[in-house]
C-alpha cells in the first residue's frame, strides 16, 4: 500500500536557518506527493506537488522539495526560516483505491521558527 | 486559486443531537468531494469520498449512518453527524476536486470545529 512517513512531530529552526522536513514514501508505482502548509485553525493550503514532470519541484513561499527515488524520499527545505513559516506541515501521497484517487496525509511536522 | 468555505466554523452541541456542516465550492464546479477529520496535533484521516449525485463511499471503519454525506450539487456537499457524542469532538475538513481528471488539485476548507458536550 502506498503510504508516507514524516520524520520528526516537532521541528524548532532560528529565524534565517535552514528548514527541512523530512518525507519518504512507500509506493509500487511512481508516486503523486504533495506538500502541505496547515496554520492554526485553518484549511490545508498546497505548497507544492511532484508529478514526476522534474525532480526537484518549487513551491510557493520559497519552499522546494527533492524527488529522490533511490532514498523514497520528498524532502521539503527553504533556505532562509521566516517567523511566518511557523506551521503544521502535511506530506502526502495519492493513490487509487476503491475507484477514487484519494490523499493519504503523513502524521504532520509542527514548525517552529523562533527569534 | 479557487476557494471552498465551511459553515459553521465552530460549532458546540449536546450529546445526542445532530449537526449538519456545509462545503461550498464557491467559484469551481466540484466534482468530487471528500471530507477528513482531524483530532488534536494528529493528521487528517479520510472519510468519505462523494461524487456529485452519487452516494458517498465511506472509509474503512467509518459509519457510514452516523456521519451522512450528501453531494446533492456541483457546490455543495453537507456532512451530518446525527446523536453527536463527545468523542466526535473534533475538526472537520472538506475538500473539493473538480472536473473529471483525478490529478486535479484538492481545495481545502477552512475547517468546522465541533464539540459535543
Known amino acids: 500500500a502506498q503510504s508516507v512517513t514524516q520524520l520528526g512531530s516537532h521541528v524548532s529552526v532560528s529565524e534565517g536557518a535552514l528548514v527541512l522536513l523530512r518525507c519518504n514514501y512507500s509506493s509500487s508505482v511512481p508516486p503523486y506527493l504533495f506538500w502541505y502548509v496547515q496554520y492554526p485553525n485553518q484549511g490545508l493550503q498546497l505548497l507544492l506537488k511532484?508529478?514526476?514532470?522534474?525532480?526537484l519541484v518549487k513551491g510557493i513561499n520559497g519552499f522546494e522539495a527533492e524527488f529522490k527515488k533511490s532514498e523514497t524520499s520528498f524532502h521539503l527545505t527553504k533556505p532562509s526560516a521566516h517567523m511566518s513559516d511557523a506551521a503544521e506541515y502535511f506530506c502526502?501521497?495519492?493513490?487509487?483505491?476503491?475507484?477514487?484517487?484519494?490523499?493519504?496525509f503523513g502524521a504532520g511536522t509542527r514548525l517552529a521558527v523562533h527569534p | 486559486g479557487a476557494v471552498v468555505s465551511q459553515h459553521p466554523s465552530r460549532v458546540i452541541c449536546k450529546s445526542g443531537t445532530s449537526v449538519k456542516i456545509e462545503c461550498r465550492s464557491l467559484d469551481f464546479q466540484a466534482t468530487t468531494m471528500f471530507w477528513y477529520r482531524q483530532f488534536p496535533k494528529q493528521s487528517l484521516m479520510l472519510m468519505a469520498t462523494s461524487n456529485e449525485g452519487s452516494k458517498a463511499t465511506y472509509e474503512q471503519g467509518v459509519e457510514k449512518d452516523k456521519f451522512l454525506i450528501n453531494h446533492a450539487s456541483l457546490t455543495l456537499s453537507t456532512l451530518t453527524v446525527t446523536s453527536a457524542h463527545p468523542e466526535d469532538s473534533s475538526f472537520y475538513i472538506c475538500?473539493?476536486?473538480?472536473?473529471?481528471?483525478?490529478?486535479?488539485?484538492?481545495?481545502f476548507g477552512p475547517g468546522t470545529r465541533l464539540t459535543v458536550l
Open positions: 502526502a501521497v495519492r493513490v487509487l483505491s476503491g475507484g477514487y484517487n484519494k490523499l493519504i
Open positions: 511532484y508529478t514526476s514532470a522534474a525532480t
Open positions: 475538500s473539493a476536486r473538480t472536473g473529471t481528471d483525478p490529478y486535479n488539485e484538492q481545495f
